[in-house]
């Protein structure tokens, strides 16, 4: 394994960071949810920019340090695209992409490497690799071409804008669907307008005189039970048996915000 020097490789990692937070165009999954990367590299401070970055973009990112790690994680967590290290300290990326090609013929990998080389390209495209990048690198250069591997792969495709997410919840305003973690959500329509009053809102607190006057369109007096029972209604479809998604505030209201944030 070479090591790359990190004053090189991410120096400006931190300007070059925040230029490549504001996405022209906010990339999700056909179902709305965020778009999984998986990230496989050794060198952690390195990894560690990357992935932020892409978290930036609203991306769920998993990183890994080894081979045989990362075909664990694709296996568990089948994500949308992978940036694969050629460098890695138990085999080669040739030999993960390989393996990992057995099992996820489609997912887009982008090479990530030190070596240089026009022949270590080509190894890299004709082994299956849908495109590659040397170090040092540019953080937005990284993020446009998964946005362009994302988009032509048809993993990933603009937001629409009728869909609200928040973490794995996803509501359509359109169709009125909601599921959490691609599970179809059955709701009322009270629970619906609930649901989508609070998605409108994420990680905001609402009281319970907004959400009456949201959601039943009359003013606060006596009638704060009503909301505390339809939240109980929605906590018992959407949070029960997950990590919670929705809060109370005491004495304050009540916030949505994604589980892993809770």
């Not at 999984?36 to 952690?44: A, K, N, P, Q, S």
Request: proline share 6%; net charge negative; hydrophobic share 45%.
């Amino acid at each position: 394994m070479t090591t790359t020097p990190i004053a090189t490789t991410a120096s400006a990692a931190p300007h070059a960071a925040a230029k490549a937070t504001a996405p022209a165009a906010d990339l999700a999954r056909p179902d709305g949810s965020p778009v999984r990367v998986l990230v496989v590299d050794d060198e952690t401070p390195l990894a560690d920019l990357l992935s932020m970055a892409l978290r930036y973009e609203g991306w769920q990112v998993r990183t890994e340090g080894d081979g045989a790690s990362a075909l664990r994680a694709a296996r568990e967590s089948r994500p949308d695209a992978v940036v694969l290290d050629v460098m890695l300290p138990d085999m080669d990326g040739l030999e993960v992409l390989a393996r990992l090609r057995r099992e996820t013929p489609d997912v887009p990998v982008l090479f990530l490497t030190a070596k240089d080389a026009v022949e270590d390209r080509i190894a890299g495209l004709t082994a299956g690799g849908d495109d590659y990048v040397t170090k040092p690198f540019s953080l937005e250069e990284v993020v446009a071409r998964l946005r362009g591997l994302l988009r032509r792969s048809g993993a990933a495709a603009v937001r629409n804008e009728s869909l609200l997410t928040v973490g794995d919840l996803v509501l359509n305003e359109d169709s009125h669907e909601v599921s959490r973690g691609g599970v179809g959500i059955h709701l009322t329509a009270t629970e619906f307008e609930l649901l989508r009053y609070l998605m409108r809102n994420p990680r905001r607190v609402l009281s319970k005189a907004q959400i009456l006057d949201r959601v039943w369109s009359y003013d606060f007096g006596g009638q704060a039970n009503v909301v505390e029972l339809y939240i109980s209604y929605l906590r018992r479809k959407i949070d029960v048996g997950r990590p919670p998604m929705i809060h109370t505030r005491r004495g304050a209201g009540y916030l949505i915000k994604p589980a892993e944030a809770a």
